[in-house]
């Protein structure tokens, strides 16, 4: 596949006023190419980024008992990556079922929540994990939203790690993430998360000529 067309399913799930439906609909088609897409245009780096960093926070030996919920897995990028470092109990919450027959294709996850994560409750009961992912959660429309953060906490045992990392480009060209990094901020200094990271990336460190990426990583209080 060409760079172009790649870029064509980027407008398709995300160019500015897009919205949900056609979005979704976007990722219904391009799932079954999107894995190989994703290598091949490095857009696998959120995912080696997530994995290369929690491994630093857990040893080996202890890799096996942590349990992370992977928000937006789409086709299991993530999973992918965290098991290469022994972690084994990673479960999905992802609204594209398509996205997730992929990950199912590769027994990545061990339970598929399908659903949207929001500034409300999900289904899920609270503290339940150690670890929350998201890799390329963040895109100009018809992504998830900056108050789901609360949510994420939520999910989140006292201790754990949230960590996410995706295009910075995104967060700071969309109108819907104005308060993303305020709100990351108060939470801080309402003492319900501490920062272990919050870091922009150089596109040339991203290996994108054109996209700045981000690493926000949190420890919940
Ligand atoms: C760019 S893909 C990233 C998938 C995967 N994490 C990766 O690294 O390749 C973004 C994913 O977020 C999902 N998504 C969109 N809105 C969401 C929401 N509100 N809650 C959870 N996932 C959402 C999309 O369906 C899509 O699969």
């Not at 897995?73 to 609204?95: N, S, W």
């Not at 150690?130 to 906490?153: F, N, Q, S, W």
């Amino acid at each position: 596949m060409a760079e172009e067309d790649y870029k064509v399913w980027l407008e398709a799930v995300c160019r500015p006023g897009v919205c949900l439906e056609e979005s979704q609909k976007a990722y219904r088609d391009w799932a079954s190419t999107y894995d190989e897409d994703a290598e091949k245009y490095k857009y696998d780096i959120n995912s080696i980024k997530i994995a290369s960093i929690l491994k630093d926070y857990f040893q080996e030996g202890e890799r096996g008992n942590v349990r992370i919920l992977d928000v937006g897995a789409g086709t299991g990028l993530v999973a992918k990556q965290l098991k290469k470092y022994g972690f084994e109990h990673i479960d999905a919450l992802e609204p594209s079922e398509d996205m997730l027959n992929e990950a199912r294709k590769n027994n990545l996850y061990e339970n598929y929540f399908v659903e949207f994560i929001s500034g409300t409750p999900s289904s899920l009961p609270a503290n339940s994990y150690d670890v929350l992912t998201g890799g390329g959660i963040y895109a100009t429309e018809a992504h998830v939203p900056a108050e789901a953060i609360l949510e994420m906490i939520r999910l989140v045992k006292p201790g754990g790690v949230i960590i996410l990392v995706g295009s910075y480009t995104y967060i700071r060209t969309s109108k819907n993430y104005d308060d993303l990094e305020p709100l990351m901020g108060r939470l801080e200094v309402e003492g319900k998360w501490k920062k272990l990271i919050h870091e922009i990336w150089t596109a040339e460190s991203a290996g994108s000529t054109t996209v700045e990426r981000i690493t926000c990583c949190y420890r919940v209080i």
